[in-house]
């Protein structure tokens, strides 16, 4: 062979394997290019967190309601509910800066706007509802006061006339103070400023009442003080409610999809680019494409068992909480069931420990329900229990739990609940279950023997099984008592 063949030859083998070699790299890079899974593990993290964004968000909103309501006891649970925001807001942030998301993005700014906005609107709602607070507490002595020295004055001699005019004035007041806290709304303000108008001018006018100017004054002040800080309430609680968390919440997760769907276009350019690769390769050597071939099966395996294992896992997580909601409710009324009933109670003893409210737990048992059931059968003895949930959750509220413990007997758990509060709800639930006449065209007869059983703070720590047995007994006191009543035991200092 001539020295010219062999240098040809060893250039053909050295470009050959210059080709190869190159050829196998190229192929390795774009393989790698074309794999998404370490985006999508990454992207599913994310969606996580903008859910537990979403959940944070609700249970701030529901805080902010109660405060705006007048039903927060203390500003703690609203404190509480903006730190979880604060925490999910930057954990959510965080992953999408890991993502890719450029830091500058507007739906991250607009993110950490709506969140600021929000945070300073509470706080506003929580001075304002402190100040609100007092002179509400105020205005009702104060306006006593000023009335019980208007009825003295009308009985003296000459001053009746006077007294009786002012007296009215008042009155209008009252009343229109007490409209305008059961009904917040723009016409009872407009009427509780209109009657303060008309007080100042029946005082300019009876020359009289100088000598009570300053209770005049002070009732002024706390009135007006209560229409203006209601206002400046209402608009606060409107803008943290309108502060669009979720709008931002949303705009991230658009930007992160349009993302994933950029990367899994750009993985499937890469799929192109790495078959002409690999074509190429195969005319060089055959061992080239067979690897190559082998590579893209394990790359859609990879990706068809990534797709299998997602959807199998969000089924599972969703069987998974159709079955704890299922195992936590009465399958007949929807009620909560016995396996719950002592854990909710004891999560109210110790809220109502750590707050030193009252606690208050109904044992409900029907009367003639066993009647029902021979006399009409099972199946209307269940449409009774159904329409008996339902009226019993309309006498309480939402935060109570009322529970099925089985057959015709209930429980209902009322938190910052004394005993007059107990026994208002018992009678309305004597009053309503004896009120049932009719299910679908049977007539039916029935009532219902409550056992009530206060815990005060005084009675220290008791645990939630104590209660029920003693509410048990209570309810079989009112049984022999001659049914259709309630019977109350209270547990304080003297009986824990």
Not at 3 to 30: D, E, H, K, Q
Not at 199 to 211: E, I, S, Y
Not at 397 to 410: K, N, S, Y
Request: with cysteine.
């Amino acid at each position: 062979m001539t020295p010219g063949l062999r240098w040809s030859g060893l250039r053909r083998g050295l470009v050959g394997m210059t080709l190869v070699a190159v050829l196998i790299v190229a192929l390795a890079m774009v393989q790698q290019r074309s794999s998404p899974e370490s985006f999508l593990a990454r992207h599913v993290q994310l969606q996580v967190k903008l859910d537990a964004l979403r959940r944070a968000d609700s249970e701030w909103t529901v805080q902010i309601l109660g405060v705006q309501a007048g039903l927060a006891g203390n500003y703690d649970p609203l404190s509480h509910a903006a730190d979880a925001m604060t925490a999910a807001q930057f954990a959510a942030a965080a992953d999408a800066l890991a993502l890719g998301v450029p830091a500058g993005t507007s739906a991250l700014a607009q993110l950490h706007a709506a969140v600021e906005i929000k945070a300073q609107a509470a706080e506003r709602m929580k001075s304002e509802r402190a100040i609100l607070a007092n002179s509400q507490r105020f205005l009702p002595t104060l306006v006593d006061q000023i009335a019980t020295e208007l009825r003295q004055r009308r009985r003296r001699a000459g001053q009746n006339d006077d007294a009786q005019a002012a007296l009215d004035a008042v009155n209008v007041v009252a009343r229109a103070m007490l409209r305008s806290v059961s009904h917040p709304e723009n016409s009872a303000q407009f009427r509780l400023d209109e009657a303060l108008v008309d007080l100042r001018q029946v005082r300019t006018r009876r020359g009289a009442l100088r000598d009570l100017a300053d209770r005049f004054e002070l009732l002024d002040v706390h009135a007006f003080a209560v229409l203006q800080h209601r206002e400046r309430l209402r608009l606060a609680s409107r803008t943290a409610l309108n502060a669009p968390v979720m709008a931002a919440v949303d705009a991230i997760e658009a930007e992160v999809d349009g993302m994933l769907r950029d990367r899994l276009a750009q993985a499937r350019r890469y799929r192109a680019h790495l078959f002409v690769l690999a074509t190429l390769l195969c005319a060089v050597s055959v061992y080239a494409v067979a690897g190559w071939w082998r590579s893209y099966r394990a790359l859609g395996a990879a990706n068809a068992g990534l797709e299998r294992q997602l959807e199998e896992t969000r089924r599972l997580m969703h069987h998974a909480a159709e079955l704890q909601d299922e195992a936590a409710r009465d399958p007949l009324t929807g009620l909560a069931n016995r396996r719950v009933v002592e854990d909710r109670l004891e999560h109210a003893l110790h809220l109502a420990e750590r707050h030193a409210t009252a606690l208050a737990v109904l044992f409900v048992d029907l009367d003639g329900f066993k009647a029902v059931n021979d006399r009409h059968g099972h199946a209307t003895g269940d449409l009774l229990l159904v329409d008996v949930a339902r009226r019993l959750r309309g006498q309480v509220r939402d935060a109570d739990t009322v529970a099925r413990l089985g057959g015709d007997e209930f429980v209902l758990i009322l938190e910052s609940t004394d005993e007059a509060g107990a026994k208002r709800v018992a009678d309305a639930i004597i009053a309503e279950l004896r009120s049932i006449d009719h299910i679908e065209s049977h007539p039916v007869a029935i009532g219902a023997s409550v056992g009530v059983v206060t815990w005060r703070p005084q009675a220290g720590a008791v645990p939630a099984a104590t209660l029920l047995r003693r509410a048990d007994a209570a309810m079989y006191e009112a049984k022999r008592a001659g049914k259709a009543r309630y019977a109350l035991a209270v547990l304080d200092d003297a009986q824990a």
